[in-house]
């Protein structure tokens, strides 16, 4: 099988790089770098079966040799992370909405199977307990900037699935949930590495609002191996699946038990979200999905747990990272 993977020098992109290589795949992937590295692949540059285009997706002449030479796309070039959404909504939702207009008129005319990646933003700031892929969306209003990722995203779903119903093509739809493990930087707003960066440091955890907003983290290979396997089931083509981790831990109770694996010193920093991100910003206060519809389409279940998640990450920033 031949794989394009648009953002593969991404975090999850490249650990997908990874997992296709491994079952055999060929892979193809297209990164601008603008938050990809090469780092993250610079371990697959001399495997024959990898190759790789510096260029952004909404080149269409790179794009339409690269999806014509391909026989599956999966699609993970996005703006990524809240922090860079609220300083950059222009690029933001451009990137997410033409990006994935390209991908999927490209794979209509080659009839390209493709692979949406979507995100748990989707359901806004529902309080259901845990989201189910037919639950109603609680959104803000557009003038509060954080909202534009959750629509730009949706936007992508809504093409997808009209894509599906008006062209036939094949496209599977996957809401992944707060993602963590190697590779991923704090950079971009993302808890986990900026928690364990800060423990590393012997810097204040800055933990924002009260600490009580609940998330539950995925190991990034539960993740991958989901995406790959949802990519070979029929029966998953123009579907929407949860996928994630579900359960649940408060913010505060992360940076305890960060401080507590990395025998840091570090104190804990209360940040008011008007001050991490800006005026007026609202967090979601829970956010667990339901992982039944994985779970029968692919026997999905995530296997490792938070603890098990906090060491490889702290493991890999003692070893890669500068800290
Ligand atoms: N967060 C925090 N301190 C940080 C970064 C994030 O308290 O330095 C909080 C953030 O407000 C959110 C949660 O941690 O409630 C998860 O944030 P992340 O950006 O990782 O993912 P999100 O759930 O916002 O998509």
Not at 102 to 124: D, H
Not at 208 to 226: K, W
Request: aromatic share 8%; with cysteine.
């Amino acid at each position: 099988m031949k794989a394009l993977i648009t953002g593969g020098a991404g975090f999850i992109g490249s650990h997908l790089a990874d997992k296709l290589l491994s079952q055999g795949d060929e892979v193809y992937v297209i990164d601008d770098l603008s938050t990809g590295r090469l780092e993250n692949v610079a371990h697959l540059r001399q495997n024959s079966r990898f190759h790789l285009a510096v260029e952004s997706i909404l080149n269409e002449t790179v794009m339409d040799r690269l999806v014509s030479e391909c026989d599956v796309i999966y699609h993970l070039a996005a703006a990524v992370g809240v922090e860079l959404i609220v300083k950059s909504p222009v690029e933001t939702i451009q990137r997410n909405i033409l990006g994935t207009d390209v991908v999927l008129r490209l794979a209509a005319r080659y009839l390209r199977r493709v692979l949406i990646t979507s995100t748990s933003e989707i359901y806004g700031k529902s309080e259901a307990v845990p989201f189910r892929e037919e639950d109603d969306r609680v959104l803000g209003p557009t003038t509060k900037g954080r909202w534009s990722y959750s629509d730009s995203k949706a936007i992508d779903e809504f093409l997808a699935l009209a894509f599906y119903k008006e062209k036939n093509l094949q496209t599977i739809i996957v809401r992944l949930f707060n993602t963590v493990g190697p590779r991923q930087t704090g950079r971009y707003g993302m808890v986990i590495p900026r928690f364990v960066e800060q423990a590393l440091k012997s810097q204040p955890l800055t933990v924002y609002g009260d600490g009580r907003q609940i998330r539950c983290f995925t190991y990034v290979e539960d993740v991958v191996q989901a995406i790959a396997k949802l990519m070979k089931t029929d029966a998953a083509v123009g579907e929407v699946f949860n996928i994630g981790n579900d359960q649940g831990i408060s913010i505060e109770e992360l940076a305890q038990k960060i401080i507590s694996f990395t025998e840091s010193s570090s104190v804990i920093e209360r940040i008011p979200y008007d001050q991490a991100y800006e005026q007026g910003f609202e967090d979601m206060k829970i956010r667990v999905p339901d992982l039944g519809k994985a779970k029968q389409a692919i026997s999905y279940r995530p296997r490792f747990q938070l603890d098990d998640i906090l060491k490889r990450v702290i493991e890999h920033f003692r070893e890669n990272e500068a800290v």
